[in-house]
Each structure stands twice: as structure tokens, then as C-alpha cells.
């Protein structure tokens, strides 16, 4: 038998956040006794709480370290061991927790991050790596699956909105992960850079006329559309017209990052991912529900240290930044941050100074969306060679994303072939990064 159960959306979510109580812990209450009672499952229930989500604007920005940062520079150092390399530690704003001397911004910002220093894969090439930690699945000849960003934007973003659910800023080069079998519709909206306005988004006339030829355009595509094409046609149009939404759309600004303050710009930075983080914090403000900035090259087979010392002060200034910012906008708590690369590097330094690819144990930063900041999770040995302590596999990692951003992720997607694919195949959520 189903049961249903209808939550009164009017419900203000002020009352119990003025009363003390946060969303997740006000989601559990209604489900011990939903629960309890027999009038709903647990999908259901993510049903109800990403709907509600998506009318408090809930997000996520990916930080993509590509490339595979060092865990040993960033936010596992092992200053005790020669595999260190003589990478310092320093003291955190978390008594007990310590990073790399890399990352003097971010260690004053720790009671708001949360560090899982044991993820671990099988994959160490940079396009099959990378892949798995954009859409959770191994590649396939034979099926291409969509990239986290994509899935959000699918499960979670308003359908009537002009700016896009999924942002890329900082792409170069091949082997992103686009929408996959899920259709070009969830495909990323790309920027190379974020100083500057998206390409081909200028109006050529004025807004009556451009009007009038989309008008006509959608007329002739109608007409002309082979019965077996209908589809595809449709979803051409459905482009061509949520393309005409967003150039003509007041909310294009988000994506000028001029109209900032000056002390706003200054905080972030002037390099390209600073930039980015900047943009992306306006982004998520104005709507887009899953934003990606690109930072790196991380493979730092040779000369690792003055890389990745260079690399680091490249984020760690606006990282912290981004995240003090959403926090005092009162967007941390709705919006999931990660940083994560593809992999880790090897604990041996090779002779070039440099470090190799190493997915057997490597480190993951997540803040917001729900995520108890001040805890590291998961430990290596003190070499840094093998994970000691609560291993984190990839499922795993994309369960918890799902679960920051409540999203159901069994939710079961249909490939081409009429194949349902899970948004997660197996693992399980680790329940101390929110705990």
C-alpha cells in the first residue's frame, strides 16, 4: 500500500532557525515520526526536503583541484617523516588539527571545514580518475554518465529560471565531464575565464526583433522536422529558447563580477580562480544550483614543493574567502563546497623532485551544506601509504554529497538503452560529516 504524506510548504523555515533548530535537524523530526508511523519513506521524504531545497536555494560549488593535489602540501602534511618532504604543520583555528604551512588562510577558517584524510580508489590515470570523481562510475565504453553537476541540475534546479543549473568556469582542454546520457539540456554552461562576459551572449538587435526571429526559427523547425527527428528537434528548440531567456534575462549580471565592491574583488584576489570563486559565490546567489571552478595543473611530477607552494597560495587566500563569505551571507549552511582533485600523490618523492599519481590514499575538504565543520576524518600511517582509519571509497564520497544536498541517491535515471542507473551504485553515506 502507499502511503503519502503532504507537508504544508508554507511552513516558515524562519520559526524554527530563530527557535535554534537547524534545517536537517527540523527534516529528522518530521521523519522519526513519519517514519515511525508508516505515512512515508525515506524517498519520499528527499523528495519533499530537495523541493524544498530548490525554493531556498540550495547549491553546490565544486573547488576541482585538477591534476591530483598533494596531500602531503595541502591538508595531510607528515612533517615527522621523511615522505614529508619538509613540509611544515601548522596550528589550526581547532585545537589538535593541523595542515600544511601551505595553507595559513584556510587553518584560521577550520571550524568550518570538515577533511576526510583517507579516500582511496583504483584509478590512477587522469581521464578514467577523473571521470569517477565527477560522476562516481568507472568509464565505460558503451555508456557515458552524467557529471554530479549535471545530476544536480537535473534533480533540483527550478525549471523556470533563465541562468543555468550547471556552471563550469575555468575549463581548458578535454576530459570534462558533461550531462552524459542525461541529454545536452544538463550539460555545463562553460567559461574560460571569470573576468569577462559569457561569449555570444550579446543581444545583435534589438530585444522586439530578436524575439520575432526566434519566433520564426521555432516556426520553421516545426514545419520542417522529419517525423523520426520530432524529439530531437524538440529538445534543439527547448535550447535555442532557454539560450534566448538567458541573454535577454536581467539576471545576466550575476556573471559580472565588476558590479562587486572594490574591497570584495580586492578579498579574492586577482588571479583566475579567485576570480572564479568570486563569480561563483554571485552565481549561486542569483540561482544556479551547482557551479565548478577549475584550478590547477596539480601533476606535479617534478619540482612538487615550489609547484604546489605556488598552486596553494593560488586557493588558500580564496577559499577561505569564499567560504567566510557565504557564511556571513547566510549561504554556508545551503550550500555544499568541495575540494577535491582526482587523486593524491605518492608518498615517495621520485627524482625529480616530484610526486607520482597515487589514488590509494589521498584527502577531500567539504564545508556547508549541512557538513559539521572542525573534524577530520579517516587517517594514513606515517608515511602517509596506506589508509589506518574509517577508508572512504568514491560511492561513498558522492552518498554523502547526496545526502548534504538531499537528493535521493537511488534515484534511478533511464540510460538510452532503457537501462535504469542509480546515481549512486552502492556505497554508503559517512554520517560523521554531518554528525
Same mark, same amino acid.
Given at each position: ?12 523555515? =524562519?520559526?524554527?532557525? #530563530? ?15 513519519? *517514519?515511525?508511523?508508516?505515512?512515508? =519513506? ?15 536555494? %540550495? %547549491? ?58 583517507? !579516500? ?9 580518475? =577523473?571521470? $569517477? *570523481? ?8 558503451? *555508456? ?13 534546479? =527550478? ?16 576530459? /570534462? ?13 562553460? !567559461? ?53 531567456? $538567458? @541573454? ?18 580586492? /578579498? ?14 554571485? *552565481?549561486?546567489?542569483?540561482? @544556479? ?30 577559499? /577561505? ?18 575540494? !577535491? ?33 572542525? #573534524? ?60
Amino acid at each position: 500500500m502507499n502511503h503519502e504524506i503532504h507537508l504544508d510548504r508554507r511552513i516558515d523555515v =524562519s520559526i524554527h532557525r #530563530q527557535l535554534g533548530v537547524r534545517r536537517r535537524e527540523f527534516m529528522c523530526g518530521i521523519s522519526s515520526a513519519a *517514519l515511525a508511523a508508516g505515512c512515508i =519513506s525515506w524517498t519520499d521524504l528527499l523528495s519533499v526536503e530537495a523541493s524544498r531545497l530548490r525554493e531556498q536555494g %540550495a %547549491a553546490c560549488i565544486l573547488l576541482w583541484m585538477k591534476g591530483g593535489p598533494s596531500q602531503f602540501e595541502t591538508f595531510s602534511p607528515k612533517p615527522n617523516h621523511d615522505n614529508g618532504g619538509g613540509t611544515r604543520a601548522i596550528d589550526t583555528a581547532v585545537p589538535g588539527i593541523e595542515l600544511s604551512d601551505n595553507l595559513p588562510d584556510t587553518a584560521r577558517i577550520m571550524r568550518d571545514i570538515c577533511v576526510i584524510r583517507s !579516500m582511496n580508489s583504483k584509478e590512477g590515470s587522469h581521464p578514467r580518475a =577523473s571521470f $569517477l *570523481l565527477h560522476t562516481g562510475y568507472i568509464p565505460t565504453p558503451s *555508456l557515458r554518465h552524467p557529471a554530479f553537476g549535471s545530476i544536480v541540475a537535473n534533480q533540483i534546479v =527550478s525549471p523556470t529560471q533563465d541562468l543555468p543549473g550547471f556552471v563550469r568556469i575555468g575549463a581548458r582542454g578535454r576530459g /570534462a565531464s558533461g550531462a552524459g546520457f542525461l541529454g545536452v539540456q544538463f550539460d555545463p554552461f562553460v !567559461m574560460q575565464r571569470a573576468d569577462g562576459k559569457p561569449k555570444n551572449t550579446e543581444v545583435p538587435t534589438t530585444t522586439f526583433r530578436f524575439r520575432r526571429r526566434l519566433n520564426l526559427l521555432d516556426e520553421l523547425d516545426t514545419g520542417v522536422a522529419l517525423p523520426g527527428l520530432k524529439k530531437q528537434s524538440a529538445v534543439q528548440r527547448e535550447l535555442y529558447q532557454r539560450a534566448a531567456n $538567458l @541573454v535577454v534575462s536581467p539576471d545576466m549580471t550575476a556573471f559580472d563580477i565588476e558590479q562587486e565592491p572594490a574591497l570584495v574583488r580586492l /578579498a579574492y584576489g586577482d588571479s583566475e580562480f579567485g576570480q572564479g570563486c568570486l563569480l561563483a559565490r554571485r *552565481l549561486v546567489e542569483a540561482g @544556479v544550483t551547482f557551479v565548478e571552478v577549475v584550478h590547477g595543473n596539480w601533476d606535479t611530477h617534478q619540482e612538487n614543493f615550489s609547484q604546489t607552494s605556488a598552486l596553494c597560495s593560488e586557493f588558500d587566500g580564496p577559499y /577561505a574567502q569564499l567560504l567566510g563569505d557565504l557564511k556571513q551571507r547566510g549561504m554556508l549552511e545551503r550550500t555544499l563546497v568541495i575540494w !577535491m582533485g582526482e587523486f593524491g600523490r605518492t608518498p615517495r618523492i621520485n627524482p625529480r623532485s616530484g610526486r607520482d599519481h597515487y589514488p590509494r590514499a589521498f584527502s577531500v575538504a567539504l564545508a556547508g551544506g549541512g557538513v559539521r565543520g572542525g #573534524q577530520v576524518i579517516g587517517q594514513t600511517d606515517a608515511g602517509g601509504v596506506e589508509v589506518t582509519e574509517r577508508p572512504v571509497t568514491v560511492p561513498d564520497l558522492f552518498q554523502t554529497f547526496c545526502r548534504g544536498l538531499s537528493i535521493d541517491a537511488d534515484h534511478e535515471n533511464m540510460s538510452p538503452i532503457g537501462r535504469p542507473i542509480k546515481i549512486v551504485e552502492g556505497g554508503e553515506v559517512v554520517e560523521e560529516v554531518f554528525g
